[in-house]
Every structure is written in structure tokens, then in C-alpha cells.
């Protein structure tokens, strides 16, 4: 059979990719690294990172300043042997089936990246370097403040005397760092240079399509604070019958739920500041979005409708198990992976939300109101969910979810309506029947 | 009601941005213009195109290199009161709804760009230039060739004269000609610099979504000749009787025409080398391409699959105009928005191509395999079919079409594979039956 297209519609298959990072500390490298990471493994797309900083503090767990000046011999050699600790794991990832390796490093100098891309040139995998340059010096402490006082290296100690050695760290690398392709000698690589936050952004000898993407995605991220908030509509006349899909109106308490949204948005954003609400395009999400204050922009995207169930749209689960019982079974058997008769697999809703999640990196402040499993779909991005995970997560009605990334992760608070409704989860391997998630399988804290 | 998403999910209508282009004479502007122009219409963004040349040769119809001249002060004057008169009329033109307008000339300095950013600002009009840098000699003769001296202003000369003409128009250009942000004193425009078609792209201060979906899409335009190839798939079982959407196999004469497809290929490509060939993931386009050589790449996209007909999927239109009377009649007066319950418009369909149609852009030969309504939707992106018409092309069963980009358009030819087939055309407000087109409707060459 020809290989069916993965999250970017790619044949990644025969493409194996080595992303570099280069640059100073505290420019947002891991943070860069990180986000790579988890976009990619998202969209099915085996990719790992291989932080030179971990290898290099089983050597060195606390080096001082001073262990980062270019002519320390010591120093020099045990960062030497990190960086290739960390290649040697990352070429035995790749024959493992790898797609897109992290070099998480500060790869500061013209020799150390001529090294990286022979070596991997030798092993047939394409190099991307991606730099992060920054001279804004108050951005660079507000960088250390926010995650280098508080790193392994820095366990035990004082904040402000951490900053300021990590301050001397920095100008220890900035005696021999070199940009990418400062002097001109370096066009000839694939690179990405972001340049303050991405005000401007040089693209090199971009080669095919799925590095393309990497580049589109990460010249898309921003660091200004914002926070997302999920929703899924209120209780509609289908979920009270068991049914699922369809494009039923709200029930009595849906739309209760729908009244009280604005109150809970407003307790959860804490001001009066307007927020940008998507919807899909089915009724209820609309209905559900109807009573929020009339200055917030909305906006319905088709991309957020339901995962579509095919021939099983309108039914409950007791029918599908009737009259589809293999197909029931297999959903169970591999859900992110089943696709209804007709209609559509978790796969398949994580492809077209891809256009979703880009905005919604490019945007501050959203407030989402859609389905479950789109829910869930764009829970397992902000979350890491593995594939496994993330279609049994459970998603109840009446219950606004506040997202908020950090540097290395995401926050999650709940708030609840308290308005009753019925459950629409149903556990792995049950019956065909809605039924409440036990406590332990809530992966949400309450607020 | 919220306002829906357009082509590319995003709310333009508080947004209008005049695209500048800017660089010395045959570097494809006027290409890239065309292009951008085309893409943002096909995402229903109203875009039009302002060429100063245009206006100059009202005025100058046919100047000699020396008009050129930077102080040469006739040429100086009409050059200068040919671009007032374009930006004029694109200022009228965004007044009367227009979302991007492209003002395609060399704005080849720091001053007339100034004037351009500073007309535009006062209007609330954001500005995005965007370069193509280029200096490759053999590249500028080959444009020189290809476009230049078949252009209006040379018309009845002779060729080599007129290529020489115009590169000693270029010198005058040069004379005075600044790449953007040459001298530092840019750095506060959002700007995009293409160097050498693409081997280098440089990204600055891009603002919003609709400015980087632009760029984004520039940014993958290559020019090395290719070829795309359409066809539908095979007749199917469904076909046969009449019946839309469904996931049928294939019909006897489907599978005939299946066999055929290689044959009709080769003689289209003229050769052995080998394509890549995406299909849609229903039956139907997979079982048309079993056949072809097995060293072809096949690869199946779920975007490709048919319009979703929703609740009449697997009906004859008979049948449709019967059950949901209103909603045949509705489709009819306007099918491009017409959304099927709980299905597709091609509206929707053409959203989900976007991606298809990025990747056909950054791709070289590509043979595709898929069905009517969305091989429609790619044609019109092709050969810029208004919406109205779009929805109406007949694409006949068991017809290869071959589409050939070329500078400023894209040549077809079709190949019949003389397997007989049902029709699946129907004419605007006839009968609820499928008919033969007339020949004048024949949108297609016979090859
Ligand atoms: N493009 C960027 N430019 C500058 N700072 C950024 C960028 N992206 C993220 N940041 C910020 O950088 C901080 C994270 O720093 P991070 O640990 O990723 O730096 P690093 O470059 O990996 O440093 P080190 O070399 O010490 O590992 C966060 O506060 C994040 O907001
Ligand atoms: N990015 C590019 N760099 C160089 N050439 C290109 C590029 N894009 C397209 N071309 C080629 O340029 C030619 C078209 O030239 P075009 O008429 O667009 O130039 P122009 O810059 O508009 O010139 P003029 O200033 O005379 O109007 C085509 O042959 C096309 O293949
Ligand atoms: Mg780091
Ligand atoms: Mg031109």
C-alpha cells in the first residue's frame, strides 16, 4: 500500500534531519529545542533532543564560571567529550528509526559546527543550523532569571550571585562565539538565524519540505506571556441521547452553561481584557460562545468541527457496537489511529488542526470553544500526550481549561460551571456506554 | 453572525496591505506579483495587481534604453508620474474593498520607497516590500530572453537588439539601485529579500498572519521547469449509477483506464523518467494508479479526498432535488459557498487544499490522482478560474490533463484514453441529470 501522509502531509521517510542549534546562553536554545520537539512528535514525527549541558554535568555537575573560558584545558576537554556523548546517542537514535535530532548546544564556533556537519554528512543526515541571536541585555537577565538560577548547575545557591556567574559564563563563550556565517565562509549551510525574538529572520539554502516546516514553525514562535483557554460546547440535545457528532442545538443546561461562560472567563482572565474566541462552525459551539461580551472578535474555523464519525455520525455507542462490532473493537484497539467508515481518524484531526496550532502560536490571548476530541487533540499538544494518551483524555462538559506556557511547559488550572451534565467519556475496553472517568483518571487539578 | 475563516483561516477584513515589490528589471517581479496574485484570489483575498510599466507606456510606449537614464529628466518626469498614477488608483481600488494590492515596479530606491510607506501609512495601509535579489548574469540573460523581448515595449523589433536594449536598460537602474536596508537605514521595514530565487530568503519585522502567509508562500516559489498532471480517477461503481461521494471500487471500464494510465503518461511525459504520484485515500484513486510503474512515489492525502457531500453522500442528484429541494436549487445559484449538510462546499474544499497547493509549488513533476470537484479547485488555481466558474470546469472520466507553468501562465492539454465513460457533468439549472457538456463548454484542448 503507498504510505498514507503523516501530520505535515509528508513522506518523511527516507529524510532524516539534524537540527543545530547555535548561540549563546540564554537565548532560548533548549526553549527553541523543546518547542521543535514536541511539534513535531505531535504530527507523528519521531524527534528527540540531545542536550550537551546533561551530558556535560555528569562530568562537571556545578563548574564555576571559569570552566567556560576558552583556554581552559580542563574544561575544554570534558566539553569536548559531552558534545560527543551527545552525537554518538543521537547517531544510535537515528539508526533506530529517527527522523529529527536536536543538537541542544551553543555550538558557537565555525570548527565545532564543521564538525557536527561532517560527521553527520558521513551518516547521509541533513543538517539544519538554527541560530537564536539576541543582544538586548535586558531580555538576556530577565532570560537567566527566569530559568538559570534555578538549573541543576546552580542548585543550593544564591539567585543573584547564580545570575551574575552565569552573566561571566556568557562572556566567557562571547570571546570566540562567530554568527552563522559572520565571515562570509559559512553560505553554503542550511540555516535558520533568528534574530531578536524573530523581528528579523534569515532563511539559507532551505532544502525540502519538512525542513521548510521546521523553519515556518519556528520563525513563528513568540515569547511575549499569553495563555489559551479550551472549552468544549455545553451539553447539547445529542449528548443527552448518547449520540455522538451531528449538529444538535443546546440542551436546557448547555445553555446555562453557555450564560454562565462569561462569568467563569472572566474569574479565569482576572480583568476586563477582551480575548479572541474561536469557535467551529456547528451550532453549538456558536450557541455556547453567544452571551460573551460583544467586543471580544469572534471567529469560526472549520478545522475545530468534530472528529467526523462517518456512517456512525448520530449513533450511540450501544449502535455502533451492534452494528459495527469489528470496527468498535478496533477503535478500542488503536483509537488515534482508527478512522470512522467515511469519516475521520484522531490522525486525521491532528493533521488539519496543524494550521490551528500555528496561529495559535503566532496569537496572544485565545479562548477556544469546539468538540472533545479536537479538545483533546490540542490538550496533547500543549501536554506532550503521547498518541496512546491523549484520545482517552478526559474532557468534561461545563468546564473551562486555562493553558499556560511557561519556558519548559504548560500550566493547566480547571474551572468548573457546576451545571450538571451527562458524562461523555467512555473508558478503554468497557462497554458501550458514557460513564464517569474515575477520580484517579482525571488528569485535571480543579481549581 | 461571526464572521467564517477564508482560504487561509484569518479574519482580513480590518487588514490591507499594499505588497511593494522592489529590484533591478528582470528579476521576476512581475512573476512573483502574478503569482501572489493569483494564490490570494484563489483564498478569496481580493488582491490586484498595480504595474507602473503599464501606465508608462501610455506616456512612453516604446523608450529607448537612455529614458532609463537616472537624470535623464523627461523620463525622470513620466516614470515618476506613471507610479502617482498607479498608487492613485490602487488607494481608489482599496476604498472599494481590496485586501492586498501589489505595486509592481523596480522601487529601486531608498526615496521612492519612502514614498510609498509614507502614502500608504497615512491611509492605514501596512507595507510589506519584497525583493528579489538576484545576480546571476546568466540567469538576468536567460529572464532577458524568455520574457523582455516579446514585452509591448519592444514589439516589431528584433530580439538580440532588443535583449541588448534592455540590458543597458538595467545599467541605468543599477546606477542608482539600493537593495533594501543596504545601508542599515531600513531595519524598521517589514520586508522579505528573496536572493537568487530562493537560496537565500531574509524575513524582517513580519507582523501579522495574513503578511506571513504571504511570505511564507514566496518564499517556496521555485522556476525550474515542471510539469503537473490531473486526472480523475478511473469510472466507478457509484459513477455508474449515478450516485456522488460514496468509496466505491472501480467499474470494469475504471479498470481499463487504469491499465491505460501508463501508457497515456509516458506518452505525455515524453520519457521514462519517473513522477511522483499522489492520490486521494478512497479506493477508487488508489486502484486508477496500481498500474503505474512501481518506481513511481505514490503517496495518498486524505485533502485529496472528494467534496464531502454530508447527508447526500451516495445519492443521484434526482434523488437530492427530491429529498432537499431548496438546497439543490441553493447549490445551484451559487455552488462554490453552497456547504452540503453536514458536508463540504468548495469553499471548504479549497482550504483544505492550501497545503496541497504549497506543496505542488515547492515540487517538480507531480502526477495527481483525484476527483472531480477537487481537481477543479486545482485547476482553477492553475488557470485562475473566477469562483463562479470553477465549480462548473467539465473534467471528463478517463482524460489525462497536463498543466505546464510558464512566466506569466500555464499552458493545459488534455489526453483522452478513448474509454468510454458515464458523464458526470451537469449544466447549471438543468434537469437533475448527468449530461454531456457541449462541445463549446469544453474548457479543454484535445491533445
Ligand atoms: N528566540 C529567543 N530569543 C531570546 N530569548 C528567548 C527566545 N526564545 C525563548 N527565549 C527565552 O529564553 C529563556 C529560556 O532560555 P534557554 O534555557 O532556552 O536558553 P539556552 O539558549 O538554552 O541557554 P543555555 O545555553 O544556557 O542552555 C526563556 O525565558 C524564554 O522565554
Ligand atoms: N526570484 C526570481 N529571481 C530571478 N528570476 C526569476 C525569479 N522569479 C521568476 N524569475 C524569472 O523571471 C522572468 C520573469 O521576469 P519578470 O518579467 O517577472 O521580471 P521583472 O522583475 O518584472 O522585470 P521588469 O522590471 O522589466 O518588469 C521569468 O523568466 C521567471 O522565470
Ligand atoms: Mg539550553
Ligand atoms: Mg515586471
Redesign the pocket.
Known sequence: MAPRTNGIGVQVENTRICVVMV?L????????AQKAQRYLAWLSIPAATFNV?NYRRTDAPQPPADFFEPNNPEGERKRRAAAEAAVADMLRWFKKGGVVGIL?A?NSTKERRKWVLDLMTQNNIEVIFVE?K?DDEN?IM??IR???TTSPDYQGQDPETAALDFRNRIRNYEKVYKSLNQDGDEEDLTFLK?MN??KQVIINRIRDYLQSRIVYYLMN?H?RPRTVWLSRHGESMLNLEGRIGGDAELSHRGEEYARKLPELVRESVGSDRPLTVWTSTLKRTIATARHLPKHYNQLQWKALDELDAGVCDGMTYQEIADMYPDDFQARDEDKYNYRYRGGESYRDVVIRLEPIIMELERSEDILIISHQAVIRCIYAYFMQKPQEESPWVPVPLHTLIKLTPR?YGTDVQTYKANIQAVSTWRGKGSTAKHEDPSPEKSLFQTH
Open positions: 548561540g546562553p540564554a537565548r532560548g536554545k533548549s526553549y527553541i549541558g541542544d551553543t537564536s539576541c531580555m530577565a532570560n527566569d530559568v538559570k533568528i525574538v524573530g514562535l515569547i519556558a
